[in-house]
């Protein structure tokens, strides 16, 4: 089956604490990227990668860092979480071509983070 | 700034009649505009697109129509299913990373 897998999907933490959020996907997709969604502000773009090696800054990147080691995976990791990073965090994932012209994306099931 | 916007939070539509949700958006640069539905609990699926050089597109009970010189774009669901309540994203998009979401409208589909 076709997915894009996020773990945790729940996790409470405390400020300062370093975590990391894991996304697979298992459709070959050359395109990852991770959002984060918050009441009244839909759905906004943390960081993305195009392929392996290759990442880049979305619209809210502060306080985040990603890695693309694999084409599976995408990471996204909070080095010192403070609580306004409390969220709901999706991962996504694109064939090479969707991602260069439709924008359409397969999310995973999301992962509700508390920083308290 | 919000270049993608959903006005209406919500909307609750009775079974068999038709639904639509609106979407307006400032950037005239966007190729392709689509709508995705989430349930509580899981992501966002996509649910249609549309080109930007169309006005249309309809795919089984569900019909997006794009209007250009408005800047609107609005998702018509008929006829509308109980299955059918859940959030709907509206998004503009110049590709997969320049993908810009509205605040989500809740639809809600009285049996």
Redesign the interface.
């Known amino acids: 089956e076709a997915q894009v897998t996020q773990n945790p999907r729940y996790l409470i933490t405390v400020t300062g604490k370093k975590l990391t959020v894991t996304c697979s996907q298992n459709m070959n997709h050359e395109y990852m990227s991770w959002y984060r969604q918050d009441p009244g502000l839909g759905l906004r773009q943390i960081y993305y990668s195009m392929n392996v090696e290759v990442t880049d800054k979305g619209d809210v990147p502060e306080g985040y860092k990603v890695s693309r080691k694999e084409k599976r995976n995408f990471p996204l990791i909070l080095e010192s979480p403070s609580p306004n990073q409390t969220s709901l965090y999706f991962c996504a994932s694109s064939s090479g071509l969707a991602a260069a012209n439709t924008g359409e994306l397969f999310f995973g099931e999301g992962s509700r983070l508390t920083v308290l | 700034d919000?270049q993608?916007k959903?006005n209406s939070p919500s909307l609750s539509v009775q079974e068999g009649r038709i639904s639509i949700l609106n979407c307006d958006y400032t950037n005239s640069m966007f190729?392709?505009f689509?709508w995705?539905k989430k349930y509580p609990?899981?992501?966002?699926?996509?649910l249609i697109?549309i080109s930007s050089i169309k006005d249309k597109n309809e795919d089984g009970r569900f019909t997006v129509f794009l209007n250009k010189s408005a800047k609107h774009l609005s998702l018509h669901i008929v006829p509308s299913q109980p299955g059918d309540s859940a959030v709907y994203?509206c998004?503009g998009?110049?590709?997969?990373?320049?993908?810009f979401?509205?605040?989500?409208t809740r639809l809600t589909v009285i049996p």
């Open positions: 919000q993608v959903q190729d392709y689509l995705y609990a899981e992501g966002p699926t996509f697109s994203f998004a998009a110049t590709g997969a990373n320049n993908l979401f509205g605040t989500g």
